[in-house]
């Protein structure tokens, strides 16, 4: 089974404490959005054997490891594990999201595992949690209101079809040494996530302005202020950093600024890409 699998973003994000355990909670709006990973999966009688397509100018940025310490290849044995099922696959991944930037492109390679050898075997895993917090929001895909750790998760109203310029520097972030900072902020300003919320359900042309990343104030990269300006120079309606970062994403209207500001972009050497919000986090090929 051969399934394309999408990123999302964080139309806002904020965190709001820690627990004993270290771990942040987190208040969120995640969006899933056309830019995809393809996986492909074939059920095998033994082990688990993983290889992946990596484009450089993601590998040069952020090493991509393809053996037991992806998270796909671990989806995979929790499934097989769980399940008590004597057998194995074969996993191939083709990486067209960007690491290191904040759209989950582990977590949702782990999903796709997760979804795929369930359609092919019936079985399931009760706790896809486990494996990464972002993974059961892929299980769900669409617009979603997310809290704690990123396990509860409330679909709210469809929010696809809005016009996205994604762009990512070669810079990335480490997903620890952001929190890190997040603990630091000696007076944040707090996304209105709340007020998104309200807005995508009520007034969806007007939620933008709702966007926001308390992360903008905890890592300060060079690339993406740089990303940020050039957004909202070429049109865009509002630019802001996804995640823990490094990825920016950028709300348009016209479609024929969101390539023209793409185009400017991967001319100064950045990966840069127009999508749109999707519904869905799969897409079977064949």
Known sequence: MRVKTAAKVNLA???TGKLPNGYHTIESVFQTVGLYDEVDIELTKSGIELS????????????IPCDERNIAYKAAKLFFEENGMDCGCRIHIKKGIPS???MGGGSTDAAAVLYCLGRMTGKSVSAPEKLGADVPFFLTGG???????GEKITPIADYSGQILVIAKGREGVSTAE????????ASPQHPETHKLTEAIITAPDTAYSYFGNLFEQAVKLAEVDDIIADMLKYGGRRAVMTGS???VFGLFTDPEQAVGCADKLREKGYFSTVCET???SFITID
């Open 100 to 102: 290191q930037a904040g």
């Open 245 to 247: 970062g490094s990825a």
């Open 178 to 185: 952001a929190y890190g900072n997040i603990d630091r902020l």
């Open 13 to 15: 994000l904020d965190v």
């Open 143 to 149: 617009t979603a209101y997310v809290e704690g750790i």
């Open 278 to 280: 999707v519904a869905e």
């Open 52 to 63: 992946c397509e990596v484009p450089e100018m993601f590998a040069s940025s952020d090493p």
